[in-house]
């Protein structure tokens, strides 16, 4: 690795050309200035990404890494219906770190950075025994209207966006001894903040709650029916599954970045958003009626409860089945 200073020098350089109007100032100063539009509220999400936890080397390239670091947190902004204004990006880099992977770490955040208009406006560099990464992405939201996952009520219908389960598989296939090409199509190595759907959401009143499908459909529809204080069934055979997954990986897998919504029953959810597939999975019910938070209809006609069975951050690794 080159000296702290140079890489930050790097950094600015390479950051330079993305400006947004949002950020009045940004590398430079001891702090960023930002400034939202008149009448919205600041969002602001941070993510970590640590080596052999949330990735490998091995597995993911630089760029890859990159890309997935900052979508994490563009995603979360999206499961929110707000609009992203600028992100901070903390490294710690082992001293025996190749330039070129940090170098290719850079290009490929950036890359999506400059997608969505989203301007790198500082951080901070540091040594560390393997390569963490913390990401921190503010957006903007009118007031009011930042959807949250805790207006879910009894009679609305769910709904996700895209498929599920095609991250988890890739990562099973790793973990089988196969070596995956990492192409643009795969949503493990280049995963889609829906943006633009949740900003339409937004605009046309649709959704009553909403998050983003992180840690696995079981486990962030907990996270709805938590806050809302309500109950879930969905049908085992609406789940839509992607490229090779299988329903458990659909409902349990994680990384997949879609979002999962509540609409009225009375709304009407057109079939796709900014040409992104819509699927009807369920149903939010009363809590007190059940027993578990959610539960499952099979194709059996038999309905059982859905256990949380995704990404938990603080379990270790062969217990959550993390990369």
Same mark, same amino acid.
């Given at each position: 690795?080159?000296?702290?200073?140079?890489?930050?020098?790097?950094?600015?350089?390479?950051?330079?050309?993305?400006?947004?109007?949002?950020?009045?100032?940004?590398?430079?100063?001891?702090?960023?200035?930002?400034?939202?539009?008149?009448?919205?509220?600041?969002?602001?999400?941070?993510?970590?990404?640590?080596?052999?936890?949330?990735?490998?080397?091995?597995w993911h390239p630089a760029?890859?890494?990159?890309?997935?670091?900052?979508?994490?947190?563009?995603?979360?902004?999206?499961?929110?219906?707000?609009?992203?204004?600028?992100?901070?990006?903390?490294?710690?880099?082992?001293?025996?770190?190749?330039?070129?992977?940090?170098?290719?770490?850079?290009?490929?955040?950036?890359?999506?950075?400059?997608?969505?208009?989203?301007?790198?406006?500082?951080?901070?560099?540091? %040594?560390?025994?393997?390569?963490?990464?913390? #990401?921190? !992405? &503010? $957006?903007?939201?009118?007031?009011?209207? *930042?959807? /949250?996952? %805790?207006?879910?009520?009894?009679?609305?219908? #769910?709904? !996700? &966006? $895209?498929?599920?389960?095609?991250?988890? *598989?890739? /990562?099973?296939?790793?973990?089988?001894?196969?070596?995956?090409?990492?192409?643009?199509?795969?949503?493990?190595?280049?995963?889609?903040?829906?943006?633009?759907?949740?900003?339409?959401?937004?605009?046309?009143?649709?959704?009553?709650?909403?998050?983003?499908?992180?840690?696995?459909?079981?486990?962030?529809?907990?996270?709805?029916?938590?806050?809302?204080?309500?109950?879930?069934?969905?049908?085992?055979?609406?789940?839509?599954?992607?490229?090779?997954?299988?329903?458990?990986?659909?409902?349990?897998?994680?990384?997949?970045?879609?979002?999962?919504?509540?609409?009225?029953?009375?709304?009407?959810?057109?079939?796709?958003?900014?040409?992104?597939?819509?699927?009807?999975?369920?149903?939010?019910?009363?809590r007190r009626d059940y027993?578990?938070?959610?539960?499952?209809?099979?194709?059996?006609?038999?309905?059982?409860?859905?256990?949380?069975?995704?990404?938990?951050?603080?379990?270790?690794?062969?217990?959550?089945?993390?990369?």
């Amino acid at each position: 690795m080159t000296s702290e200073r140079s890489f930050i020098r790097q950094i600015r350089r390479m950051a330079g050309t993305l400006a947004s109007s949002a950020v009045k100032t940004g590398i430079g100063d001891d702090c960023a200035v930002l400034r939202p539009k008149p009448g919205f509220e600041l969002l602001v999400t941070t993510d970590l990404c640590i080596e052999n936890l949330h990735f490998r080397r091995a597995w993911h390239p630089a760029q890859v890494v990159g890309h997935r670091c900052l979508a994490r947190g563009l995603s979360d902004i999206a499961a929110m219906g707000g609009e992203p204004l600028a992100c901070f990006l903390s490294l710690g880099l082992p001293a025996n770190l190749p330039q070129a992977w940090a170098n290719g770490f850079l290009r490929g955040l950036l890359a999506l950075a400059r997608r969505y208009k989203v301007q790198l406006a500082g951080g901070d560099v540091s %040594s560390a025994p393997q390569i963490t990464a913390d #990401i921190v !992405v &503010t $957006g903007q939201v009118p007031h009011g209207k *930042a959807i /949250l996952r %805790s207006g879910a009520r009894p009679g609305d219908r #769910i709904y !996700v &966006t $895209g498929s599920l389960g095609a991250s988890a *598989a890739t /990562l099973k296939q790793h973990f089988a001894g196969k070596k995956i090409k990492p192409e643009k199509s795969n949503p493990h190595f280049y995963p889609t903040p829906r943006l633009e759907v949740g900003n339409w959401l937004r605009k046309h009143h649709l959704a009553t709650a909403m998050i983003d499908i992180s840690d696995g459909l079981s486990v962030d529809l907990a996270h709805i029916c938590q806050e809302s204080g309500v109950a879930a069934i969905v049908s085992s055979n609406k789940i839509p599954i992607g490229k090779n997954a299988d329903l458990e990986l659909a409902l349990h897998g994680g990384e997949d970045y879609e979002l999962l919504f509540t609409a009225s029953k009375r709304a009407k959810v057109p079939s796709h958003i900014a040409g992104v597939a819509i699927t009807q999975i369920g149903e939010i019910r009363n809590r007190r009626d059940y027993s578990s938070a959610i539960q499952i209809l099979g194709d059996n006609g038999r309905v059982r409860a859905l256990h949380q069975r995704g990404w938990e951050h603080l379990k270790s690794n062969a217990e959550s089945g993390a990369a």
